[in-house]
């Protein structure tokens, strides 16, 4: 069973986040698998190819509004109560 990391931002990717990504980076270079969660975007601010590959490895919580999320948890707590 690999293990999995999840890292957890406000806002992923960000301009002035290269560090976060080097350590990532790193981090699965070391064969670990590294989930990326942010609650925000940061889409229109970026223009280097590194940060708009990150932008497709990250999810969103926010992406869907309030009601999405709300959607997730219940449908987690409810088909998996035990992880939960």
Do not use: W
Request: charged content about 25%; glycine content about 4%; some cysteine.
């Amino acid at each position: 069973m690999a293990l999995k990391i999840a890292y957890l931002i406000n806002q992923y990717p960000k301009v002035s986040h290269s560090f976060i990504r080097r350590e990532i980076l790193a981090l699965e270079a070391c064969g670990l698998t590294i989930l990326r969660f942010a609650v925000r975007s940061c889409a229109e601010e970026l223009v280097d190819e590194a940060d708009q590959q990150e932008l497709n490895k990250t999810r969103f919580l926010l992406e869907g509004g309030a009601i999405a999320l709300l959607q997730s948890l219940l449908t987690v707590m409810f088909r998996r109560p035990d992880r939960f």
